[in-house]
Each structure stands twice: as C-alpha cells, then as structure tokens.
T-cell receptor, first 113, second 112 residues
C-alpha cells in the first residue's frame, strides 16, 4: 500500500513536444504529491507539487493533473526542451503522519533537438 | 537562502577508513534527512532528524552513524564500509510540519 507506481520507465520526445509521466498510488492517506527533477550527478530538485484538494496545478511549462478517485497523478511538460532531459521522480506522503516520502521508480526523459 | 550544501562532493575511501559527510542548511528547517541513492534508482531514506533528535532510522547498518550537532548541521559518520555502500548520499531538509523537502547536491561515495 506504500508503493507509488510510475510509468513509463523512459521516454524520448522531440523538442517542442509534450512529455507525460504517470503515477498511481494505493494509500488513500497520501495527501501530498511532489515531482522531483534530477540531472546526472546532482540532487533531486523539487519541481512542482500538488495536494488532493485541487485537480490541476500549473507552473510555467509544467502541469500536474490529479485524479483522486482513480488515485492517479501525472506530470505534463509542454514545449519540451533538450534542457528538460533528466530523470523525473513522482512521490507521495501523508502529511498528517510520517514525513517519509515514497518515491516512484523514476522516468528518464530524453528530449531530442 | 534556499540551499542545502553538502561536503565533500566526492569521496573515495577504503574499507578500513573512517570518514564523515557533512550537510548544512540555513532555511530554519527543523527536519533533516539522509538518503542513499544507487544508479538509476530513487532515493532511499536512511535517517530522519526532527528538532535535532533522531526520529527515523530505516534499519541502516551501524557502520553508518548520523549526528545532528545543531539545527543547521547534519553529519553522517562512516566506518568499515563495504564496496556495495558506494552510492550518491543525499541530504535533505524540510520544515517539520511541511513535506516540501529540499535536497542537497549529494556526495558521491566510492568504497574500494
């Protein structure tokens, strides 16, 4: 029940295209869903996060869509750029309980010029 | 200042060595974390400190010893490590009641 399942494992898109990463969870107590971006040899950087009281959150080219009934959330990267090439991790946690973040397995995005 | 810093960036040590990793944040966060990350895997939680007290130890072997000297600093003391302990060691911090964790750049550890 603590798992967060992330798909696909890897994705190749052309510059200007849309990148979509999906995550699913089982634990209905999760109430915080962040996305992290990690470049090789660097630490993960918090990209955008959402709480279940909203269905969508947009920051620049990055949008999180959240479907509480389906227990799914996704990251959309619009107008993908070569500089977006990185590994993306979704995560979830229960703010009211342990602060432990449960991470998805990650997705390697390659944006071709 | 929204930065978590870690030193050193790279560390190579033998199995009999004793070394320490350091982490610092000046965001006033009262929770600090150590993670271990192997290649192509997500970060794996090792320890959590809340208000300078160890609150979570994810069954980490005793050859890893965390220390939180004050609210801004976090150390990870290493002794008698194994080659399989080679990984990227990440420090993170957050406000105690907030799950927004900020990660440092990590220390790339190689155990020979």
């Amino acid at each position: 029940q603590q798992q967060v399942k992330q798909s696909p494992q890897s994705l190749i898109v052309q510059k200007g295209g849309i990148s979509i990463i999906n995550c699913a969870y089982e634990n209905t107590a999760f109430d915080y869903f962040p996305w992290y971006q990690q470049f090789p040899g660097k630490g993960p950087a918090l990209l955008i996060a959402i709480r279940p009281d909203v269905s969508e959150k947009k920051e620049g080219r990055f949008t999180i869509s959240f479907n509480k009934s389906a227990k799914q959330f996704s990251l959309h990267i619009m107008d993908s750029q070569p500089g977006d090439s990185a590994t993306y991790f979704c995560a979830a946690s229960n703010q009211g309980g342990s602060e432990k973040l449960v991470f998805g397995k990650g997705m390697k995005l390659t944006v071709n010029p | 200042d929204t930065e978590v810093t870690q030193t050193p960036k790279h560390l190579v040590m033998g199995m009999t060595n004793k070394k320490s990793l350091k982490c610092e944040q000046h965001m006033g966060h009262r929770a600090m974390y150590w993670y271990k990350q192997k290649a192509k895997k997500p970060p794996e939680l090792m320890f959590v400190y809340s208000y300078e007290k160890l609150s979570i130890n994810e069954s980490v072997p005793s050859r890893f010893s965390p220390e939180c000297p004050n609210s801004s600093l976090l150390n990870l003391h290493l002794h008698a490590l194994q080659p399989e302990d080679s990984a990227l060691y990440l420090c993170a911090s957050s406000q105690v009641t907030h799950n927004e964790q900020f990660f440092g750049p990590g220390t790339r550890l190689t155990v020979l």
